[in-house]
């Protein structure tokens, strides 16, 4: 497989393709809804590839720090690539994704920021529908290694180690050959201290719902990776912390919503429920699975129950608190640098 990936980078190499274009961080990443409103635009208007649409996003300059000149930019061997699942949600998809990439690119400006998803349905999508062009991992470090990048800092925005985390750091290890280094960040919830910090955000951006009946629910994806234990982490911190009133669950892992419901059935004390995500952004998942019209929504389930049901379609990545502590893992990483 090396050999293969060898092979393939010798040819881009032989050929004299240069790829050093991506010298900022791309449009939609640091810039948000409005940079992405300019990119499409721009590409509409020239009628160009959705290819030429992607490379244009990538050559923007948004997010650079004040006073930068870009004539004068020294190049970097160094890139910092920032990995998320991604989402074909475009509004969401500035709000969490991109704010927590801009708020990286902000805090580490000596380095080029990035960007790759690890669903490659996601991003077929994006191509076909949009016109946006958005590497995944083995294209971004195809990329990087054609660019003559030396050290790569990568920065997941995964919630916790579990399966897709740690395919992104197997496949880091099948390219590390080709760069004098290679750092990783930790994703959202690693230490005691990511626990406390998550735990006071979700409460902090729901405190005025916190009444005394109102059961504050937020749903997380699951795992069958030995890492859904956060979850369980997470809800212990929340109790632990006094906020009886909050309760997390998952769609497709333990505790799911049944549990959720029993736990509720068995405090008695909340009279209605407000639903939101415990996800990086807001998603198919917030918007179908939990606040959607199917008989099988969390929405639709509690509804039946007797409970009044609210729902806040808001991403984890919406939050400060949320995206200065992936800045913080990014930091941490690049520290790691020799």
């Given at each position: 497989m090396r050999r293969q990936k060898a092979a393939v980078l010798a040819m881009v190499l032989a050929a004299g393709l240069s790829l050093s274009a991506c010298k900022g961080v791309s449009q939609e990443a640091a810039a948000g809804s409005e940079a992405t409103k300019e990119v499409e635009q721009k590409a509409e208007k020239e009628d160009v590839t959705s290819e030429t649409a992607g490379e244009d996003q990538e050559t923007s300059k948004e997010g650079k720090a004040d006073g930068e000149n870009d004539e004068n930019e020294k190049h970097s061997d160094t890139v910092l690539l920032a990995v998320s699942f991604g989402t074909s949600y475009n509004d969401s998809r500035d709000l969490t994704i991109g704010a927590v990439e801009q708020a990286i690119a902000e805090a580490l400006p000596q380095y080029e920021l990035r960007r790759a998803f690890t669903a490659q349905i996601i991003i077929d999508k994006l191509k076909e529908r949009d016109g946006l062009k958005i590497d995944n991992v083995t294209e971004a470090l195809d990329r990087a290694v054609a660019d003559g990048v030396k050290n790569l800092i990568v920065q997941p925005t995964h919630l916790m180690d579990g399966f897709e985390y740690n395919?992104?750091?197997?496949?880091?290890?099948?390219?590390?050959?080709?760069?004098?280094?290679?750092?990783?960040?930790?994703?959202?919830?690693?230490?005691?201290?990511?626990?406390?910090?998550?735990?006071?955000?979700?409460?902090?951006?729901?405190?005025?719902?916190?009444?005394?009946?109102?059961?504050?629910?937020?749903?997380?994806?699951?795992?069958?990776?030995?890492?859904?234990?956060?979850?369980?982490?997470?809800?212990?911190?929340?109790?632990?912390?006094?906020?009886?009133?909050?309760?997390?669950?998952?769609?497709?892992?333990?505790?799911?919503l049944a549990d959720v419901s029993a736990a509720l059935k068995e405090a008695g004390t909340c009279k209605k429920v407000v639903l939101r995500p415990l996800m990086l952004v807001a998603g198919d998942h917030a918007n179908n699975d939990m606040a959607g019209e199917e008989e099988d929504s969390w929405k639709r389930v509690l509804e039946a129950e007797g409970y009044p049901v609210e729902c806040q379609i808001h991403g984890l990545g919406e939050l400060e608190a949320v995206r200065e502590l992936y800045v913080e893992h990014a930091r941490a990483a690049a520290e790691l640098l020799k």
């Open positions: 395919d992104v750091v197997n496949e880091l290890e099948e390219y590390r050959e080709y760069f004098d280094q290679i750092v990783v960040g930790k994703p959202l919830l690693d230490s005691e201290e990511d626990f406390d910090t998550v735990a006071k955000a979700i409460v902090e951006a729901t405190k005025d719902k916190d009444d005394g009946e109102t059961a504050i629910v937020f749903m997380g994806h699951g795992t069958e990776a030995e890492s859904n234990q956060v979850y369980e982490k997470l809800q212990n911190t929340l109790t632990e912390g006094g906020y009886e009133n909050y309760y997390i669950g998952t769609v497709e892992a333990e505790p799911g």
